[in-house]
């Protein structure tokens, strides 16, 4: 089967006025075919898949998704004349049931659908997008960016692209706070922990149910799945994995020796901290 592809190249002014940018403060620039290319893969974009391309421009973007990708997907843009443009390339595609074009500011309409997150803005809007990002997407959603990072918000995947760079983070739960564990079988304390997060860094101090300082020895936040290694007062080292749910996680310990055990953890009420400084319980 032939699939018909159009390649609309548009040079517009990107306006965002929610944030007082206007119309001069920022250009619009097509992503090259081999980067998009890359920005899918990179998010690993299937059709389970529901992709906001924001500020989309032609939605070139948004549009591979959907056609090489089989994902749905969603362009959000303030300029009339670029929707339009996409959606007539969208009906000449035949792909109109699987995408939604939204003429909108980009920072008011509300991405918590998405599962993957497309920008190719700059480095100030990124910065800007950030709460927004946080606050609304579910932990383990996608965000990719072409050419810009987010500072001190570290990418978990960065790819190379001839001379252009991809940036992909992955949503993380807020798993900040007091924490208790316990044995599922038999319901005994099994440890205390103090969790500080920055994004999906965490800062973790454990005592034990008596009281004993434990050793970090490692630590991962990956969405809403966890891991840390610890050292227990026994010197074996121990591997924690969890699923965190709400105020809950469940998961399991596996020591040193091979043994394993099922454990659940409950947060304190009143403990869950700020993961990004500007946002007030994020």
């Known amino acids: 089967m032939m699939v018909r592809v159009r390649i609309c190249t548009v040079m517009i002014i990107i306006s965002v006025t929610m944030l007082g940018i206007t119309d001069a403060d920022v250009m619009y620039v097509p992503a090259p075919v081999d980067v998009i290319e890359q920005m899918l893969e990179i998010a690993d974009v299937g059709e389970d898949d529901l992709v ?24 959000i843009d303030n300029d009339r004349n670029r929707i339009r ?14 995408i939604q074009f939204v003429q909108g500011d980009l920072f008011g309409y509300p991405v918590t659908e998405a599962t993957v997150v497309m920008i190719y803005l700059d480095r100030e809007l990124n910065q800007r997008l950030r709460y927004k990002l946080l606050k609304e997407l579910r ?48 319901g005994e304390k099994m440890l205390h922990m103090q969790v500080v997060q920055r994004f999906q860094d965490l800062e973790i101090e454990a005592t034990s149910a008596k009281g004993e300082a ?27 994995r969890a699923k965190f749910d709400g105020e809950k996680m469940v998961g399991e310990v596996v ?13 304190d009420e009143g403990t869950r901290g700020r993961i990004f400084y500007p946002a007030s319980g994020i």
């Open 255 to 267: 020591a040193e020796d091979g043994t394993m055990r099922r454990w659940y953890g409950e947060r």
């Open 214 to 240: 434990i050793q970090l020895k490692g630590s991962s936040l990956q969405g809403a799945s966890m891991r840390i290694m610890l050292q227990g007062t026994d010197k074996q080292y121990y591997l924690y």
């Open 52 to 75: 906001y391309d924001l500020g989309c421009g032609d939605a070139r973007i948004a549009i591979a998704a959907v056609t090489q990708r089989g994902a749905r997907a969603v362009g």
């Open 85 to 98: 443009l996409a959606i007539n390339e969208a009906e000449y595609l035949g792909i109109k049931e699987k």
């Open 139 to 186: 932990p383990g959603s996608k965000v990719v960016s072409h050419e810009y990072c987010m500072e001190d918000w570290r990418a978990d995947m960065i790819k190379q692209v001839r001379n252009s760079k991809v940036y992909m983070w992955i949503i993380p739960a807020n798993i900040s706070g007091l924490w208790r564990l316990y044995d599922e079988e038999q």
